[in-house]
């Protein structure tokens, strides 16, 4: 048996679970002592979840420039360490995911983000390779949760499309 928890395994649903419970007590519970600021807590119990899916959306859009960045500049000598950078990210992305955020991530609002800011940084022929890029992302949640991101791949996916 797993000693795992929600608290471990979702914290975005746990944060959500615990505040509600907590607004409860405050509704229903007339004996608690007034020195229990009852919506604070919970707002503040809340904010953990929140905090941890704004990380999880920030490392997203951090994947998604540095793709960017290798599709304008192929050759630039920093793309290995780009390529790393986006290894990196993607695991301090999966140390925050939790299955509830699924739905509260805006991958295409992500990617426009990233390429927007893209676009503004580019002069040039690097700017057209971004411009010519989709303006909605080309990929899954799926694509980018699972255990290992593989970036080669994700960078020829984005090549080849037209």
């Not at 509600?20 to 229990?36: M, Q």
């Not at 929140?50 to 290798?70: D, N, Q, V, W």
């Not at 986006?86 to 301090?92: C, N, V």
Request: charged share 30%; hydrophobic share 40%; aromatic share 6%.
């Amino acid at each position: 048996m797993s000693g795992s928890t929600l608290y471990d395994d979702d914290i975005l649903l746990w944060s959500e679970q615990q505040a509600a419970a907590i607004r409860e007590l405050g509704r229903t519970r007339r004996d608690l002592s007034n020195e229990l600021d009852v919506e604070n807590v919970a707002e503040e119990i809340e904010s953990v979840g929140r905090s941890e899916l704004a990380a999880t959306k920030s490392y997203l859009r951090l994947i998604f420039l540095h793709l960017m960045k290798l599709v304008a500049e192929s050759d630039s000598p920093a793309a290995s360490h780009w390529r790393g950078e986006i290894i990196g990210f993607h695991s301090e992305m999966m140390t925050r995911y939790a299955p509830s955020m699924r739905q509260r991530i805006d991958l295409d609002d992500l990617w426009r983000s990233a390429r927007e800011q893209l676009l503004l940084a580019y002069e040039g022929p690097q700017q057209r390779l971004i411009a010519d890029l989709a303006s909605r992302c080309p990929f899954e949640l799926d694509d980018l949760i699972g255990e290992r991101i593989d970036a080669w791949a994700l960078l020829q996916r984005l090549r080849l499309r037209p």
